[in-house]
């Protein structure tokens, strides 16, 4: 019989999906808590989801690994968070690797006192040094070394950590923001899209509805066009490229490039709500064809697509959901996924649009 861990006894299917790895994983829970400081061992916090690629591929490289399970449980309790059941402990262990200056991402890889108070962490680790990351079981050795010779130093650093966080959370609290404040962080934003490709950044493209309807209502406040401008051609760029899915409706998480080109094959519900939501927010003012029609699609979208037993919405559709699809016979899907793979091949060979220097762009919505 094949050994589980604690995690056999949870419901959240990304849980179960790590119950018969060799880590013996725990849930969150005061039992795990309260094994870590019987034990005085540091907490080795892994925050994931079920259609997040890396977190699947972290899991093949180490967490499954017998070599790497026998570091991690030897010398950690190890605690494994459904980032989509637990949204509060991953906003709060989230805050505090930004606080770190490290950029924020899933998987959420943390390591703890046992009392629970951050000292080190980041997102993704490789098996061997890579992408200017250490390998995870080197990492894994070095702070076992480094809390086992000085946990005091780990306490010490990680009590700093906590208040500076409690600080910020104390200033934030009640905090009004008037209309002029709200201007002046919607102009800020809006000198941050890309103008020519739209969106924010120059590498990965997250849609980041928010921060548009952030800069659109700016645009309803004022009239003016340097608010307006910058949403539609990204709305634009966004809806005719390949972050959207012009086969099944629906929106993929990110673009791996700067001209919303090729999709990371995930879609998450929120991402898809709140681009409706900004992509009504903007129909109601431009009444513009293209807007009208992929809101449609993206909402048959979401109904036909998202809805699971019961009548709810699942909270996300990746890669691996996908090929199970294919596996179970659904026929549509499958033939939808066969011609999305060919329609990607096209967009991929085709030359890849250059960037014009700051004296060739041209304003307003169009294309460069």
Known sequence: ???????????????????????????????????????????LLSIGYSACHWCHVMARESFEDPETAALMNRSFVNIKVDREERPDIDQLYQTALAEMGEQRGWPLTLFLTPEGKPFAGGTYFPPQPAYGRPAFRDL?????EAYEAAPDEAAKKAGDLTERLAHSAAGAAGAQISITQMNHIATRLAEGVDPVYGGFGRGLKFPHPMALETIWRAYLRTGHSSFRDPVLLSLEQMCMGGLYDHLGGGFHRY???????????????????LLIDLMTLTWREQRSGWLARRIEES????????????G????????????ARQRSGGRRRLLCLGKKQRSIACWVARPRPSRPSMTSRRGGTGRA
Not at 27 to 36: F, G, M, R, T
Not at 255 to 273: G, Q, R
Not at 312 to 323: E, K, Y
Request: glycine share 4%; proline share 5%.
């Open 1 to 43: 019989m094949a050994i589980v861990n604690r995690l056999s006894a949870e419901t959240s299917p990304y849980l179960l999906e790590h119950a018969r790895n060799p880590v013996w994983w725990q849930p969150w829970d005061e039992e795990a808590l309260a094994l870590a400081e019987s034990e005085g061992k540091p907490i």
């Open 140 to 144: 894994l050795r070095t702070l076992a």
């Open 255 to 273: 673009a791996v490039d700067e001209f919303w080109l090729v999709p990371h094959f995930e879609k998450m519900l929120y991402d898809n709500a």
């Open 299 to 310: 909402v048959a979208f979401l109904l036909r697509d998202m809805r699971v037993e019961g």
């Open 312 to 323: 709810a919405f699942g909270s996300a559709l990746g890669r691996r959901q996908r090929r």
